[in-house]
């Protein structure tokens, strides 16, 4: 019976043993849960207001706001602390010791609460609340009124909610406290129902029991990890773990987005995984010393952040010690204080700057204390910086203004900023001028200061002196200058330079030199000997090095001079002076060193304002010359032509013919070989006029191409008979040159005694003119094409057998594609002229050996037009005007001008393609050098279906095989 108990007993034993130990273990581990639990519920309460809470009420919007009483914006900003903030329940904002705004659970405790030491809030149990009071300050910290603060009301539960998922009371008679008498006690879930079962089954209460602990510690696990998490990526700062020297455990997400990471690629990877290779060594070397020294340590380093920044990191590293006292990790924190280094080093160099700045600097209070200066100061005054702090401007300032301070202050205060002329007294009793930029400024808490900045002016102060001493020379000189702007020609200018140089000057003589072609000529002069020249070589003496260089010389001794023009030997002190670019001032005197640099400056801008007033009178003389005057041609223009003719109307010059011209064709001449050929067409027509008829008759140019002429007291034969001269003028001009042809057409009027208007006489010259035109039209055109066709030959475009060569084989092949008699006329002539726009091209175009420019090539594409135009112009070349415009068509459509394809291109223009490639390619050009004849056949086989007629180049292929004469003819030529 006892054997049968002992196992029961021992069992029973065994198992009540068991249960007492899981109830002893059970009690251990939830008390020390509790605490773990108190512990990070405070952690978190004060980190969530450290490191969220207190950044809503030290801004400068929100203490301004409530400043201002605006409780909208104040709400507003509250509104989103309470939504983005879920353990908070209330909170009240208190100004002065009176609620300002309140928002969410009403807080019952009423007391007033002090914000004091290093902390700027303070955490508190009261009456069933958790409350967090924190001050109200701008962004840099300044605090406001001591009873003004922000009251936080704190759901304590729903952080303890979010640390742990186990039963749990929140009592003041809890024995773990988390704030004050507050306390938290954790459920037990072990009773006696489960004791007594363990007793009946040892092993399942073993296992049970088993169970329970592991249960316990996992969601301990757990909590501590949720707990943790949360915290970590709730605070702002950097927060990392290392489990040794060379391996991350935790870290924040702030930490890893430093790096431009999530925090899970860098946990339980080692440092050179993540830290660029710069700083990976250091760093190590950091860890082992707080593993060594089992202390914590902070500094300072730059670091790489993941956009390539050099940030300035604050760091802090602390070492958690185990049960041994060994190191088991280390806790490291950092703070990027980039921006906050920035700033003071923006202060410095303020401060810096200020101190050494060249001006004197004075921090004065309202009082007329000094405060500060800076060394410019206690330079200038002769002090020390010790012994300039604490005395009065007074001291420094000798002048009664300074003594009045009250007077002074409400000065600088009224005005803000002035400018005040004064003395300085230096530490030696000696005053100087000086300027003083006051300024009145509004310091923290209303304190008001003046602060100024002081330079010496003595310079300034002589400068007025001296100043004032050539203010008389000045006034004269300024008188000259206005009667200089009166003159209307320039010997009244050279008149008043000399007058003005007699008061402004002391000298024996003087005068004004203009450069006229290779000399000097002496325009006016002061007490100018008759021995002495009034001419002079422009290369020669001072005069010409002053023209020359355009800049003043001063001689002590002319008489010494090697680079003087010496006509005497009584003269010794010189003075020269460049006259604008016309001429020179030139001033003796018989005395040694006469003239000083005043004199020179003086003299300097006398001929200054005379050669202003000089330009001004050759402008206007200029434009009044140019309102009467062609520009081109330097005749008169129409308006002086009219108004002659109004003139003459009623004069006793009669008989008066009038004479009209025009050039023929200058359209045509402007539109193929540019407007500045017709230009010089222009011009030679008429310096042929001038020189045709007397100097009293009116020669203009009337318009664009008319030309009329008043010849005064001339009768009708005599004007025919000028009108003669001028023709075989320009005969013997269009003989003597290869340009284009000069044509023009004359109509002659006169008016015997002035019963006819003058204007009626020009009108009939005009009819007459025109009816000239008209009888020469046709042959003038000709003649105009034909010079421009020997232009073209002259040029080198069709000699040389090119023509010819051309001409045979275009008849031959436009006779194999079934052309008529008609065509083949037209193909002839068109194979003769197709070039002929070419004489607008210029010769460096044309000529040029190597490849166009997309310029160039854009101006010679002109050419077909530019023939169109000429042949046109011609009855003879009419029928080929448009073969000429179409020569350099594609068949496939490619080519220019139109653009045309296929059978739009007349087969005139698609054979003389063909044939003139052919010829190009087999004689040498200005661009290349000539093929042979089999591969110019390859390159126009190749050619067939884009740039030539497949059809025709069949045929040309035919062609050249069955006469070989054609291709004896070419490589002959080509020889």
């Known amino acids: 019976m006892r054997s049968r108990l002992t196992p029961f007993l021992v069992a029973a034993l065994s198992a009540l043993l068991m249960l007492i130990m899981i109830l002893i273990t059970l009690e251990n581990k939830t008390s020390k849960t509790e605490k773990q639990l108190a512990g990070s519920t405070r952690l978190f309460v004060d980190e ?134 507050l306390g938290i006690r954790l459920a037990r879930d072990i009773n006696m129902g489960n004791a007594l079962s363990l007793v009946f089954a040892f092993v399942i209460s073993y296992l049970f029991m088993i169970f329970i602990q592991t249960k316990t510690e996992k969601g301990f696990v757990v909590a501590k990890n949720r707990e943790q998490a949360f915290l970590l990526n709730s605070i702002p700062s950097m927060i990392w773990c290392l489990k040794d020297s060379r391996t991350f455990g935790m870290v924040n997400s702030q930490f890893a987005r430093f790096f431009g990471k999530r925090p899970e690629e860098i946990e339980n990877h080692v440092i050179e995984d993540v830290l660029p290779s710069s700083e990976v060594e250091s760093c190590i070397e950091s860890n082992e010393e707080v593993i060594r020294s089992k202390a914590p340590v902070s500094f300072k380093q730059s670091s790489t952040n993941h956009a390539g920044e050099k940030r300035t990191i604050a760091i802090t590293k602390i070492p958690v010690t185990s049960e041994s006292g060994e190191v088991d990790s280390i806790i490291c924190t950092a703070e990027d204080v980039t921006d906050k280094e920035v700033a003071e080093s923006r202060l410095r160099l303020i401060q810096f700057a200020l101190d050494n700045v060249n001006e004197e600097a004075f921090w004065i209070s309202k009082e007329g204390d000094i405060l500060y200066v800076n060394k410019a100061t206690c330079k200038a005054l002769g002090y020390s910086q010790d012994e300039l702090v604490g005395m009065k401007v007074h001291d420094v300032d000798p002048t009664e203004l300074a003594k009045n301070r009250d007077l002074n202050w409400e000065q600088v205060k009224k005005s803000r900023q002035d400018v005040i002329e004064t003395f300085h007294r230096r530490k030696d009793g000696t005053i100087f001028p000086v300027e003083v930029n006051r300024n009145y400024l509004i310091y923290e808490e209303g304190q008001e200061y003046e602060f100024s900045f002081a330079r ?28 200089m702007e009166r003159c209307r020609e320039k010997r009244e200018v050279f008149e008043l330079i000399i007058q003005a140089a007699r008061s402004i000057l002391d000298f024996d003589i003087c005068f004004v030199a203009i450069a006229e072609n290779d000399h000097f000529s002496i325009k006016i002069s002061s007490n100018l000997s008759p021995e002495d020249p009034t001419t002079m070589p422009l290369n020669v003496g001072i005069v010409g090095k002053t023209y020359r260089e355009k800049k003043s010389f001063v001689l002590e001794d002319i008489q010494e001079s090697e680079q003087a023009f010496r006509t005497n030997n009584e003269y010794h002190g010189g003075l020269s002076v460049p006259v604008g670019n016309i001429g020179v001032f030139q001033a003796m005197s018989m005395e040694k060193n006469a003239f000083t640099d005043e004199d020179v400056k003086l003299a300097e801008l006398l001929m200054l304002h005379a050669s202003e007033a000089i330009k001004r009178i050759e402008t206007e003389q200029e434009m009044a010359y140019m309102s009467l005057h062609d520009r081109l041609t330097g005749l008169y223009n129409r308006v002086y032509f009219e108004e002659e003719i109004q003139r ?249 001008p139109l653009g045309l394809e296929r059978t739009e291109i007349p087969i005139e223009c698609r054979i003389l393609s063909i044939v003139d490639a052919y010829d190009a390619m087999t004689n040498d050009r200005p661009y290349c050098k000539a093929r042979s004849h089999s591969e110019a056949l390859k390159e126009i086989e190749r050619c067939a279906g884009t740039q030539f007629d497949p059809k025709i180049v069949e045929e040309f292929l035919k062609m050249l095989q069955e006469s070989p004469r054609l291709q004896g003819s070419v490589s002959s030529e080509n020889s």
């Open 456 to 483: 010496d002016i003595s310079e300034r102060r002589s400068a007025q002196n001296r100043l004032e001493r050539e203010k008389r020379r000045i006034e004269r000189l300024h008188e000259t200058a206005l009667a």
């Open 648 to 896: 003459l109307n009623y004069s006793r010059l009669y008989p008066i013919s009038i004479i009209s011209a025009d050039i023929d064709g200058l359209k045509l001449i402007n539109d193929t070989m540019g407007h500045s050929t017709g230009d010089d067409l222009l011009r030679s027509f008429a310096e042929i006029l001038k020189a045709n008829m007397r100097s009293s008759d009116v020669v203009s140019r009337f318009g664009g191409d008319e030309f009329a002429a008043i010849l005064v007291s001339t009768d009708r034969p005599t004007a025919e008979r000028v009108i003669e001269r001028i023709r075989k003028a320009v005969a013997r001009y269009n003989e003597s040159r290869s340009g284009p042809f000069l044509s023009f057409s004359m109509g002659v009027a006169t008016s015997n005694n002035g019963e006819s208007s003058l204007l009626d006489c020009l009108k009939l010259a005009d009819d007459l003119m025109y009816r000239d035109k008209l009888s020469r039209s046709n042959s003038v055109r000709s003649q105009m094409v034909n010079t421009l066709l020997l232009t073209l030959a002259e040029k080198d475009h069709i000699s040389g057998g090119h023509a010819s060569r051309l001409q045979e084989m275009a008849i031959k092949l436009g006779k194999r594609m079934g052309l008529n008699s008609d065509q083949l006329v037209d193909l002839s002539l068109f194979a003769q002229v197709h070039d002929l726009g070419k004489v607008g091209i210029p010769d460096r175009i044309l000529f040029k050996p190597g490849k166009l420019t997309e310029e160039e090539w854009g101006i010679m594409k002109l050419h077909p037009e530019k023939g169109y135009r000429i042949a046109v112009s011609s009855p003879d070349l009419s029928t080929v005007a448009d073969l000429i415009l179409r020569h350099h068509e594609r068949w496939d459509g490619k080519g220019y």
């Open 48 to 181: 969530t207001v450290k490191a969220v809470l207190i950044g809503y009420f030290h801004r400068d919007c929100i203490l301004k706001s409530i400043e201002e009483g605006d409780i909208e914006s104040v709400s507003h900003n509250l509104e989103y602390l309470m939504e983005d903030n879920a353990p908070l329940s209330g909170v009240r904002v208190v100004i002065d010791g009176t609620p300002f705004i309140e928002l969410g659970d009403i807080i019952t405790h009423n007391d007033t609460v002090a914000v004091k030491g290093d902390m700027p809030y303070t955490i508190f149990y009261d009456e069933g609340f958790l409350l967090a009071a924190t001050a109200i300050s701008d962004g840099r910290g300044a605090q406001n009124a001591d009873d003004s603060y922000a009251l936080i009301a704190i759901k304590l539960s729903s952080i303890i909610d979010l640390l742990t998922d186990e039963r749990y009371v929140l009592s003041e008679k809890a024995n773990t406290k988390i704030y004050g008498s």
